[in-house]
């Protein structure tokens, strides 16, 4: 498939970022998501941490994500509204995060995570047919039923909390994502309503789960 050139340089962007990160924990230190920074005022953290990652792993896994569904969205919608969904669903993912845990200072984490969730969102809306192959499942998954079952993962990540992700982020993305591309194309609300409310189910999840208590 070809590939889009904003989504080379974001590959390439994530990579180095991490690269650096990984190698120099002082660099790490100063860009990651920080609650105890955050609230001294290095509000650029809320960006600079959407391009580190936790170990390759976590980085190829985003990585994998973006390059499978960016161009579906630059395709449809344009270079720039797919920079739009990214950087919002980025920031929008982030400031969940933070709402969540601004009163634990200790609280850090790293990741495209919510940028990436945005993306895919927003793409599987655009092409609800889409399906995907995974290594270890020898038939193909609709990419609706992946989308919600990794933020069912992220729930669950959300609520160990201890592998230095920032799982509340993959919500806040998924959920901007998906409001961005409605609102560019409102006739998905007719269209698609279904999947709408599918895609929806984690988030819905996550109001319970904070109301009851379950999180926080």
């Given amino acids: 498939m070809d590939i889009s050139t904003v989504t080379l340089i974001l590959l390439g962007l994530n990579g180095l970022v991490t690269y650096k990160g990984l190698n120099d924990f002082s660099f790490f230190n100063k860009y990651c998501f920080d609650i105890n920074q955050i609230n001294r005022g290095e509000r650029y953290r809320f960006i600079t941490s959407g391009f580190l990652h936790v170990d390759w792993m976590h980085f190829a896994f985003n990585m994998l994500t973006l390059y499978f569904f960016a161009d579906i969205i630059i395709h449809v919608s344009g270079v720039l509204y797919f920079l739009i969904v990214y950087v919002a669903s980025l920031l929008v993912g982030n400031i969940l995060t933070y709402q969540f845990y ?87 609300i007719q269209t698609e309503f279904k999947l709408i409310a599918i895609l929806l189910i984690p988030v819905l999840i996550l109001v319970g789960m904070y109301r009851s208590k379950r999180i926080q």
């Fill in 102 to 188: 601004k009163n634990q200072p200790h609280y850090r984490a790293v990741g495209a995570s919510g940028a990436i969730m945005g993306v895919l969102y927003a793409s599987i809306m655009l092409n609800p047919s889409m399906s995907l192959y995974m290594f270890f499942i020898p038939i193909p998954i609709p990419a609706y039923i992946f989308a919600v079952g990794y933020l069912l993962y992220s729930l669950y990540g959300m609520k160990k909390n201890s592998d230095g992700i920032g799982h509340t982020a993959h919500i806040g993305g998924a959920l901007a994502g998906l409001i961005l591309i409605v609102l560019k194309y409102p006739i998905l």
